[in-house]
């Protein structure tokens, strides 16, 4: 198991390459490179050749690409890409933009022997790779948790807003009940009046 050929590339120009062994894997490389749609949209794809897997990643208008064999699997030779590219852009910078041919090759061809020896023969390669996962799907852990959080205050808002109306209502049920209980009352007391006026003007008619 383990990669035997990696590039990085602007466009259809090969920066930087280095190969473990004389395969005709860096002319596969360049008809990749031909076959890609032209712009700087982000990919990441896989081309299998005879035994071997070509792992293709590209982001803002840079290429990454290297060959392993196919019991390497996915996830140590994309694992072994995005290492390239980080490596690559932080080296460099801004004159990747403009660099010639082969103008990091020199310097940079001995990083990809390094790195590709680390990701195809260390065992924390494998874990950090895993790591990486795990984290990636934590993350998603807690991105669902974080919207059923959103969701459930949404929906506390909604209920609060609905007792606050139903708190609202019921005062003002409570207010015109008193005001109906103090109607009721004057109408009893003008009654129990009128009442005792006219008991009064019988007595005064003698009836």
């Known amino acids: 198991m383990g990669i035997f050929y990696g590039m990085v590339a602007r466009g259809q120009v090969v920066l930087a390459e280095f190969s473990v062994t004389q395969t005709n894997a860096s002319t596969i490389a360049r008809q990749i490179l031909e076959n890609m749609k032209d712009g700087k949209s982000d ?25 392993a064999d196919d019991a390497s699997g996915r996830g140590i030779p994309f694992a072994f890409l995005e290492d390239i590219l980080q490596k690559f852009v932080k080296t460099y910078g801004r004159a990747i933009l403009s660099a010639s041919a082969y103008a990091m090759n020199d310097e940079f061809s001995r990083i990809l022997s390094q790195q590709m020896e680390y990701f195809s023969n260390d065992p924390n390669a494998d874990r950090l790779n895993r790591l990486k996962g795990e984290m990636s799907q934590v993350r998603s852990v ?35 009940s008193r005001r109906y209980k103090n109607a009721m009352w004057w109408r009893d007391c003008k009654f129990t009046a009128v ?13």
């Open 43 to 67: 990919s990441s794809s896989s081309f299998s050749h005879d035994r071997y897997i070509f792992h293709v990643k590209r982001t803002d208008g840079l290429t990454v690409l290297c060959m």
């Open 142 to 176: 807690m991105i669902d948790n974080i919207e059923k959080v959103l969701e459930r205050g949404d929906r506390l808002a909604l209920l609060v807003e609905k007792t606050s109306s139903m708190q609202g209502k019921a005062l003002r049920f409570k207010r015109q």
């Open 195 to 207: 009442s005792c006026d006219s008991v009064n003007a019988c007595n005064d008619f003698g009836l």
